[in-house]
């Protein structure tokens, strides 16, 4: 049994108590996390030692991503978000090959490792290509095959077929093992007839699956659906149709009132925020503060890169706080640990993959190397300052080496499974092609 032992200056766990570790040793056996703490603490070791400096911490947890959207990213700046998705996004994607998404997907997933993204929670269609690609790349992958009413029509058959085609997609590929989870992303309560979603909600109880949907993104989509039915709220509606009912993920719910988030606590429903595409598209600011004081999991996400435009979850990490206090007007309103546990133990929950998220024994081995040897990490007087650095001034930038499951998957800033040269230049032509072809 050959046991990896791994020595970092510094190891942030983002375990519960926020547990830091000065000189650390991790051991990593068979992918997961075998021990972890002081090295003069350490158990008697044989294998292999592996002296990184710098600080290591768990890989970050993307919680809503269309990561593809590589291939359109950009496109549409400054319209309004419904607008923006039929007149630009769709006819775009409407054209796409799973040949198109692979190549996408490809580009994304190492743009998101580099950064030290390792684990990222997928609203798409051409789940196949999607799996493909992160498979390859060596990024953990929760998937939830998008279903959209408007590109189904004739591509996918019917939106009952779809739901049939993910059944069986779960059947083939969802193995936590091989890093990949399988759930159901109907796109939203505004695009899909309440009694289909609450009809996928049903497929995805029946499989323990989560169930992976935007809500109330911005103050207008909802509209024509509340006063279908009686002004109740959009919240209340998915809720009264058992949408909420097994493993649900809510991304956005930026716009909810306080019976919404009570309603979300009663039912264990998470939230995925993307606090940079929320203002990037002008949507608004999601009270995050009201929703984790009910208990409630955050997780945070890039959205996809059409809406943000890079898959860096470190701007996620700074400006969630940021946005936090400017509405409050209150500098205690998010504290950086805050943001790095949603980007890391929280988020991880929040996509229901609970074996990631922490530097803890037991733990799958989904860890980051951070290099401390940079001016923004000067000076450090304290341990809070040192969290304080990480969250305020880390970026993609400062990683520098990247594990899944114990297994390295950036080295020195390098991808070591993706060619990222090619996966640019195809996805410049196919992005061209795609413009063209749909006449956006
Ligand atoms: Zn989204």
Redesign the pocket.
Known sequence: MTTNRYLADVAITCDQNFTVIRDAAIDVNEGRITSIGPQSEAPPHQGTVHDLGGLVMPGLVNS???TPMTLVRGAGDGLPLLEWLTKVMWPREGQMTPEDVLWGMRLGASEMLRAGVTSTCE?YLFEESVVEASTEAGIRLVMTPGIISALHADDFGSTDGRLATITEFHKHYHDPERGVTVGFGPHSAYDLPLEFCAEVAAAARDLDALLHI?VC?TQAEGMDLESANDGRSTVQLLAENGVLDGRVIA??SVWLNDADIETYAHHDVSV?H?PV?NMKLGSGVAAVRAMRSRGIEVGL?T??PA?NDDLDLWQEIKFAPLLARVVATDAAAMSPRDALWMATSEGARAVGNRDVGTLESGQRADFIRVNLDDPTFVPVTSTDELIAHLAWSGSGRHVTDVWVGGEQVVADRQCLRIDVERAMAEVQTRGLRLASDSGT
């Open positions: 809503h991503a269309h609203m935007h993104e991304a956005h995925a993307c595409s996400g959205d996809g809406s």
